[in-house]
């Protein structure tokens, strides 16, 4: 179960040389590690053995960053979006407005197409879809229409000198344009004061954490503070060393905890970054530190600042100047979270009108089969292991319901009602989770929600696997690809729920909407498998 790329006697490693992708890829070779087996005494010791709790005041802070964040990428392709729907809106209207416009033909629709390639690259050259551009009022607006102008500019060029679009309507090139520069004027107003908004109370900012304090981490705070339209916000800093070799106040920041309480903290928080400050040559500390912080949903980057080293651009990022090692990044983001969500609300729906009569089938012979509810609620871990409730078809007698999940369900389980070993096997049980998926708290697809009591061996199964908590970095789902590779019903061995991790942790690696597909379409097949499913 020992990875060959890590021992603890290992020796320090000489610093990285040019190209620094070696250590990148040791890091990401070794952070997975723990999931490739039970724990026991013989996986590394971590650091931090001195605690776990938060102080009064990390508690205080964290909890005044909770929150949800505004993607930058999804906000500057929503603004791309709307500048084409006015655009084309405009160009629209414009044709049936105007009283000298003689309609909207294939000319007009070859003009309105050239105009909105056109904008978009005179628009981005002019960053309109920067943040920093964004938070500007008259600014703004006088690139828009700069932008918009030089459009029309060219388009006169080309009537003049070539002829082409001179069948278009002169009126109606002057009302899209004086519509279309309105509607610019009107929607980027809007946007001004939803991200002088969003900024005031933070949700455009990419909070960080840095781990490892002393003079390395204020050398870091001093480069980044002096990057011009800098989005990043420290929130604090979390070192395991002593006050006397890591200072409790670094650069106006607070040391906040060790590297136990990070985990704790970024659960109560919104963090969207980890920056290791430490350097690359102290290999071993930094995968100790790795091993741990990995399982969290974030960004982890280690600076390199300090050790001047070139880096391939695959392994390297930058923050104005200040360059960063890319180790583990924040998975199914950005617009990667839009289309999960786009496909959760096209298959759920069509999944619930499909299997509607299965399942008022299913609750009329819950109800004439024993007294209580037709559905039950259970808590399970969510998201960044945020405590949820699920919805499912009853399968016990009520008296004997277990909704903490402190017994786990075996062969033949009395408490188990004739109707529930059926739904139970078929999986039928699981259906109303697909309202959970309406709500946002699942997806049809991902890591199966656990109860936050489930055991192996009166063991927690974040004690049985090491990195079990990673399986939490993403939206739990009603089915995923531990279920298609076998693993599903009772787990009573440590392989069995370390199987699970392995598969969940493989899905959250290689995660496309067309491996939720494939997911999606093989669930019935493999539900036939029912050998462990009481």
């Not at 990043?232 to 006397?244: A, E, K, L, Q, T």
């Not at 739904?423 to 709500?439: A, H, M, Y």
Request: contains cysteine; glycine residues 8%.
């Amino acid at each position: 179960m020992s990875d060959p790329a890590f021992k603890p006697t290992d020796p320090v490693d000489p610093p990285p040389t040019a190209g620094g992708s070696g250590l990148v890829h040791r890091l990401e070779k070794h952070y997975r590690h723990t999931v490739h087996g039970v724990s026991g005494p013989a996986n590394i010791e971590l650091l931090s053995a001195a605690g776990s709790g938060l102080t009064a005041e990390a508690t205080e802070i964290a909890r005044g960053l909770g929150g949800k964040g505004i993607s930058i990428p999804v906000l500057a392709g929503a603004v791309r979006l709307t500048d084409i729907v006015l655009i084309a809106g405009t160009a629209l209207a414009a044709a049936f407005t105007s009283p000298e416009a003689a309609g909207f033909g294939v000319s007009n629709l070859f003009a309105t197409a050239a105009a909105i390639l056109f904008a978009l690259a005179f628009f981005q050259a002019a960053d309109v879809y920067q943040v920093p551009v964004m938070r500007q009022g008259i600014s703004q607006l006088g690139r828009v229409a700069a932008g918009w102008t030089l459009v029309f500019a060219m388009f006169a060029v080309l009537r003049s000198t070539t002829g082409i679009g001179s069948a278009l309507s002169d009126a109606w090139i002057g009302a899209w344009y004086a519509l279309a520069l309105t509607g610019f004027c009107l929607s980027r107003i809007v946007v001004y004061r939803r991200v002088r908004h969003w900024m005031s109370s933070g949700r455009l900012e990419r909070r960080a954490i840095i781990v490892g304090g002393g003079t390395a981490a204020q050398e870091l705070i001093h480069d980044l503070e002096a990057q011009a339209d800098n989005d990043i916000r420290i929130c604090g800093i979390f070192d395991d060393r002593s006050n006397d070799r890591s200072p409790p106040v670094v650069a106006g920041y607070p040391k906040l905890g060790n590297i136990s309480a990070l985990v704790e903290f970024a659960r109560l928080a919104r963090i969207d970054m980890l920056i290791v400050c430490i350097p690359l040559r102290a290999e071993k500390r930094v995968l100790e530190l790795l091993q741990k912080l990995w399982i969290l949903p974030v960004d982890i980057r280690l600076s390199a600042h300090t050790d001047k080293v070139r880096f391939r651009n695959r392994g390297a990022s930058f923050i104005g100047t200040v360059p960063f090692v890319d180790v583990v990044e924040k998975p199914i983001a950005d617009w990667d979270m839009v289309a999960k969500r786009i496909f959760d609300l096209v298959f759920a729906p069509a999944a619930i009108v499909a299997l509607f009569p299965v399942m008022i089938a299913t609750a009329a012979a819950i109800r004439l089969d024993s007294k209580g509810p037709v559905l039950f609620r259970q808590k399970r871990y969510g998201f960044n292991n945020e405590i949820i409730e699920v919805l499912k078809f009853r399968s016990m007698y009520t008296e004997m319901a277990d909704p903490d999940a402190r017994k786990v369900v075996t062969k033949g389980d009395s408490r188990v009602t004739r109707v529930g070993r059926f739904i139970r096997k078929t999986s039928i049980d699981e259906l109303p989770q697909l309202f959970n998926v309406l709500g946002g708290s699942l997806s049809l697809v991902g890591p199966r929600p656990h109860a936050v009591n489930a055991h192996t061996d009166d063991k927690t199964w974040d004690d049985v696997v090491d990195g079990y908590f990673a399986r939490h970095k993403v939206k739990p789902g009603v089915t995923g690809w531990a279920q298609i590779n076998g693993w599903r019903g009772e787990v009573d061995t440590p392989e069995k729920i370390q199987k699970r991790v392995e598969c969940d942790v493989y899905y959250i690696e290689n995660w496309s909407i067309l491996f939720d597909l494939r997911i999606l379409l093989l669930t019935p097949l493999c539900l036939l498998n029912t050998e462990n499913a009481y």
